[in-house]
């Protein structure tokens, strides 16, 4: 192993000329990847050009904050409700109760706090962008990294030996187009969001800052949904769609009005695919390992990604250090295995509700009465807040199929 050497990328220092692992992204899944590993003595090099906010609704539930020891003060809001709103206008309120709570973060502050943390641990941080792979005799691999002109301004590539690649770097990752075959990529929609102030008195039938409000209506998204998530002063107004030419901005504009926010000023607008399905195969089978969205870690229906991408990252630096000190490739394979026996059973009943219930209006007018069911919130909230599904009530789960089964059936009830 290397020594450890914490730079600023801000100042331009160069990285050490070989490292144990690098890690291709510092958004949550590579940050806590790279935190991961520095913690362990390895040598970390984490590359991220800085320069770029990801679109996203910013949910997490309450859990996250234990699990990967989130300060609280990270939360910009916290949401003890959901509301979801048919094509008709219809809307059913979800209160969570006293099982806890779904927190909101700004991703411009969340994702450098996390790499600030790999950092404090022993990562090298660089500011750039990866450029290219090559695998060099005696199984290192050669990264070429462009430093971000923001940090150096002027400066050429840089060349980094490393023993490991962990690509983090998003749904169009890098990492995968180089070092895998061009079928293997996740299936994704198109995000967008825009960032706008929240009112000083904002109409409380349109929007409160404790609630998250989920647009099923196929003029927002013919196949996804649409979005308002408090951010404390801020709001995030967005849409999703996998259909091309489907007007995401309009869509969103539409949104801001619904919600009583079309004069708010807008602060930012981002926008990015969104795998919705896990990668078959997340490794090489020799030296480079794909994590979050990269590896398409994004829960269908929901499009959640922030817990999964921090699991995620956990798993793959296991596996990597488990590589790394046994010599054996094939334990690169744990990381999908352990986060599918975790979560392999949500994604395909997420992935069933969306192919179901999201594909036509009159359909999502149905999945919106199914969601006033008692039992319906009750586990649906379990099973987000806990990310199991919840077997302890057996004939809860009995009544949502019957109700489901029903519900198909049945004429869709438009209710104004």
Known sequence: MQTHRHTDPAAGATPPALVDVAVIGGGPSGAIAAEWLAQRGFCVLLVDPGDRIKPCGGAIPSRTLADFAIPPEMLVARADAARVIA????????????????????RASFDPYLRGRAEQAGATAFAGKLDSIEEQPGGLLSLTVAPARSAMPGAGPVTVR???????????????????????????????????ETPAQPEAA??????????????????????????????????????????????????RQAAGLGQARILRREGAPLPLKPMRRWDNGRNVLLTGDAAGTVAPSSGEGIYYALHCGVLAAQAVEACLTSGRPQTLKTARRRFMQAHGRVFLILGLLQAVWYRSDRMREKFVTMCADPDVQRLTWESYLEKRIVRRDPLAHLRVFLRDLGQLLTPAARQK
């Open 87 to 106: 094509p008709s206008g219809r809307t059913v309120e979800m209160r969570i109760g006293t099982a806890g709570y779904v927190g909101m973060v700004d």
């Open 162 to 196: 490393a023993r490991m690649v962990i690509g983090a770097d998003g749904a169009n990752s890098t990492v995968r187009r180089l070092m895998f075959p061009p079928a293997d990529r996740p299936r994704y929609v198109f995000a967008y969001h825009e960032i706008v």
């Open 206 to 255: 349109d929007f409160r800052a404790d609630r998250c409000d989920v647009v099923y209506d196929g003029r927002i998204s013919p196949d996804f949904y649409g979005w308002v998530f408090p951010h404390g002063g801020q709001v995030s107004v967005g849409c999703g769609s996998g259909v091309k030419g489907h007007d995401l901005r309009r869509a969103t504009g539409a949104l």
